[in-house]
T-cell receptor
Framework: EDKVVQSPLSLVVHEGDTVTLNCSYE??????LLWYKQEKKAPTFLFML????IEKKSGRLSSILDKKELFSILNITATQTGDSAIYLC?????????????FGGGTRLMVKP | GAGVSQSPSNKVTEKGKDVELRCDPI?????LYWYRQRLGQGLEFLIY????????KSGLPSDRFSAERTGESVSTLTIQRTQQEDSAVYLC????????????FGPGTRLTVL
């Protein structure tokens, strides 16, 4: 069965801290891995990773994929209270798996002032 | 430009009633997806539409759930004879043909079945 597992489940840090969120996966026909930020209801797209070892970066956020070890990390440096959200990892599969995304359970991040 | 929109934003219904949820995708996006998110959990895939192809209904949990889409526009998700376990946020997403993995989500409809 395809699965995506995120850790930790939740995390509380103070402003200025650096956090690392983890996502591991076991799926058939891996095609890409995506990170989303969910603050209220709508997940907003952060990154899509398809190639191993290539870091994607946007401001204080960065992510990297390891296709050999089947995991990805999302780093947030100099955290701010506005980073408080649920971070979702999802995997897209090719072949007969269709086009849906398989999501992990999310990591709830709380950044305290 | 306008993002994915969904209506209603909240729906409270009684067990056994039917509900209809609506999704307006981003203009020009050929693919449309419905997901369900129960409280404190990740998103579960329900159904996927791509252009005029037959939809992928593999995620629908029971025959009480159905969805329609007219061409590349609006989609409706219908839940018949609602049960309390149907309570969740129902999220719709759309993606362009050239990048179907990058799905853009709407704000969701929070369904509460009493």
């Amino acid at each position: 069965e395809d699965k995506v597992v995120q850790s930790p489940l939740s995390l509380v840090v103070h402003e200025g801290d650096t956090v690392t969120l983890n996502c591991s996966y076991e799926v058939t026909n891996f095609r890409s891995l995506l990170w989303y930020k969910q603050e209220k209801k709508a997940p907003t797209f952060l990154f899509m990773l398809t190639s191993s070892g290539i870091e994607k970066k946007s401001g204080r956020l960065s992510s990297i994929l390891d296709k050999k070890e089947l995991f990805s990390i999302l780093n947030i440096t100099a955290t701010q209270t506005g980073d408080s959200a649920i971070y979702l990892c999802a995997v897209a599969q090719g072949g007969n798996a269709g086009n849906m995304l398989t999501f992990g359970g999310g990591t709830r991040l709380m950044v305290k002032p | 430009g306008a993002g994915v929109s969904q209506s209603p934003s909240n729906k409270v219904t009684e067990k056994g009633k039917d509900v209809e949820l609506r999704c307006d995708p981003i203009s020009g996006h050929t693919a449309l997806y419905w997901y369900r998110q129960r409280l404190g959990q990740g998103l579960e895939f329900l159904i996927y539409f791509q252009g005029n192809s037959a939809p992928d209904k593999s995620g629908l949990p029971s025959d009480r759930f159905s969805a329609e889409r007219t061409g590349e526009s609006v989609s409706t998700l219908t839940i018949q004879r609602t049960q309390q376990e149907d309570s969740a946020v129902y999220l719709c997403a759309s993606s362009p043909l050239r990048s179907t993995d990058t799905q853009y989500f709407g704000p969701g409809t929070r369904l509460t079945v009493l």
